[in-house]
C-alpha cells in the first residue's frame, strides 16, 4: 500500500457545484495531516491543517478518520478560482509524505 | 508570512557539471527540505536538514549532496550532472515538532517558488 493515496483525478465540476476529495494514508503512527493547493507551475501552498475532530474554513472542510486512516475535503460552493491539484499531506518521522495529487477543473 | 527564496527560477546546465541550487529563509526555521518534483511521480524528498551542519537523506538522495553552513540556507549540490535530474526543485522549511526526543516534522511546510532545472 502507498504512503499516500489520492484518485488523481481530474474532476471536471461545473461553477456552484460541492466536490470532494479523498485520500488513505498506511502509516497509523502519522500525527499530522494537512491539505496543499498547488497551481499549474507554482509551488504548493498549504490550504488547511486537517484535525481529529474536523475542522472548517469557509468554503472548505476537511475531515479525518484515524481508524479507516481516511482523509478528505469537501469544497461547496465551488469557484473558478478553485482549479488546482490538491495534495493530501500526511507526516511520518522526521518530515511531511504528500500525495501526488487531485486535479480540479472547474467549468463556468 | 514565511518567505522562503529560491536563487534561480530557471536554469540550464550541462551534463557533468556541478550545480548549486539556493535556498533562503527568513523565519528563523530550524527544518529545511529539498524536493524534486516530476510529472506522475509528485513530491519526493531528496534531502533536509533540522539544524547547522545536519543533513539527512530522504528518498531519493543518491547524485545529490547538501550544505547547511548558516540556519537560514540550505543549498542543493548536484555532484555531475545528468539529464534525469532534469526537474522542478523545490525548497521549504518549517518550524520543529519534537515527540519523545525524537525529531518530528509535523509542522506545515512553506515552499519557495521552485527552481525549473534543464540538463542539456
Known amino acids: 500500500r502507498k504512503e499516500v493515496e489520492q484518485d488523481p483525478g481530474p474532476f471536471n465540476v461545473p461553477e456552484g457545484a460541492t466536490v470532494a476529495f479523498n485520500c488513505t494514508y498506511s502509516?497509523?503512527?502519522?500525527?499530522?495531516f494537512f491539505w496543499y493547493r498547488q497551481d499549474c507551475r507554482k509551488e504548493p501552498k498549504l490550504l488547511m491543517s486537517?484535525?481529529?475532530s474536523g475542522n472548517e474554513d469557509g468554503r472548505f472542510t476537511a475531515q479525518l478518520n484515524r481508524a479507516s486512516q481516511y482523509i478528505s475535503l469537501l469544497i461547496r460552493d465551488s469557484k473558478l478560482s478553485d482549479s488546482a491539484t490538491y495534495l493530501c499531506?500526511?507526516?511520518?518521522?522526521?518530515?511531511?509524505?504528500f500525495g501526488k495529487g487531485t486535479k480540479l477543473s472547474v467549468k463556468p | 508570512d514565511v518567505k522562503v527564496t529560491q536563487s534561480s527560477r530557471y536554469l540550464v546546465k550541462r551534463t557533468g557539471e556541478k550545480v548549486f541550487l539556493e535556498c533562503v529563509q527568513d523565519?528563523?526555521?530550524?527544518?529545511m527540505f529539498w524536493y524534486r518534483q516530476d510529472p506522475g511521480l509528485g513530491l519526493r524528498l531528496i534531502y533536509f536538514?533540522?539544524?547547522?551542519?545536519?543533513?539527512e537523506k530522504g528518498d531519493i538522495p543518491e547524485g545529490y549532496s547538501v550544505s547547511r553552513e548558516k540556519k537560514e540556507r540550505f543549498s542543493l549540490i548536484l555532484e555531475s550532472a545528468s539529464t534525469n535530474q532534469t526537474s522542478m526543485y523545490l525548497c521549504?522549511?518549517?518550524?520543529?515538532?519534537?515527540?519523545?526526543?525524537?525529531?518530528?516534522?509535523?509542522?506545515?511546510?512553506?515552499f519557495g517558488d521552485g527552481t525549473r532545472l534543464s540538463i542539456l
Open positions: 521549504a522549511s518549517s518550524l520543529p515538532s519534537r515527540v519523545g526526543g525524537n525529531y518530528y516534522s509535523n509542522q506545515p511546510q512553506h
Open positions: 502509516n497509523s503512527a502519522s500525527q499530522s
Open positions: 486537517v484535525y481529529s
Open positions: 499531506v500526511v507526516s511520518r518521522k522526521g518530515n511531511l509524505i
Open positions: 523565519m528563523d526555521h530550524e527544518n
Open positions: 536538514s533540522y539544524d547547522v551542519k545536519m543533513k
